[in-house]
């Protein structure tokens, strides 16, 4: 079975540039969750998505963070503009519902230096 | 607001020997807690999930409890390799019905095992 696949891997920028992540979640994965997690910190939850529609996006600095999930498969993550402190693994999980208990498989991140 | 804690921050052990992680919760209205190995530069990998109800989940070399009414779970690695070194994260998911699937981190326990 294919995990959580996410591009680019690494990503280095200078502030207030622009930059996009890309997540395909696990085939038949209805739930989707962007995490940001910062270096020596556990992962935060920016926001989750129930196929296609946002279920929780409390903790997403929607100033400068969006986030889609088109066709309720694959999602982006978009960062406009960046800020030093924007610098972090940004990790895409996914899990089969919400409700459930079952495990969330979370893909390798994809790590953004802001300079 | 549900806080987790996780002691040591960092702990170096010579191959062969038992070793404990301990993972502290503020809240115990949790729905599950879930253990995570994390290898530098990688995503997370999901090692054990123990329900609420549950008092402990077991997996080959490592063990899981869970003591919800004291907020406290151990994870018990027997006999550890150099290939258990890495980062252990623990994390809970709150007990709240239509909530979302926000799992609250800890910031992770790094292990070394010494050959």
């Known amino acids: 079975e294919a995990g959580v696949a996410q591009s680019p891997r690494y990503k280095i920028i200078e502030k207030r540039q622009s930059v996009a992540f890309w997540c395909n979640p696990i085939?038949?994965?209805?739930?989707l969750y962007w995490y940001q997690q910062i270096l020596g910190q556990g992962p935060k939850l920016l926001i989750q998505?129930?196929?296609?529609?946002?279920?929780?996006d409390s903790q997403l600095p929607k100033d400068r963070f969006s986030a889609e999930r088109l066709k309720g498969v694959d999602s982006t993550l978009k960062i406009q503009p960046a800020k030093l402190e924007d610098s972090a693994v940004y990790l895409c999980a996914s899990s089969l519902a919400r409700y459930s208990g079952n495990t969330i498989y979370f893909g390798e991140g994809s790590w953004l230096t802001v300079v | 607001k549900q806080e987790v804690t996780q002691i040591p921050a960092a702990l170096s052990v010579p191959e062969g020997e038992n070793l404990v992680l301990n993972c502290s919760f503020t809240?115990?209205?949790?729905?599950?807690l879930q253990w995570f190995r994390q290898d530098p530069g990688k995503g997370l990998t999901s090692l054990l999930l123990?329900?609420?109800?549950?008092r402990e989940q077991t997996s080959g070399r490592l063990n899981a409890s869970l003591d919800k009414s004291s907020g406290r779970s151990t994870l018990y690695i027997a006999a550890s390799q150099p290939g258990d070194s890495a980062t252990y994260l623990c994390a809970v998911r709150p007990d709240s019905g239509a909530g979302s699937y926000q799992l609250t981190f800890g910031k992770g326990t790094k292990l070394s095992v010494i050959p």
């Open positions: 085939s038949g994965h209805a739930t």
């Open positions: 998505f129930q196929n296609n529609g946002v279920v929780d």
């Open positions: 809240d115990s209205a949790i729905y599950n």
């Open positions: 123990i329900q609420s109800s549950q």
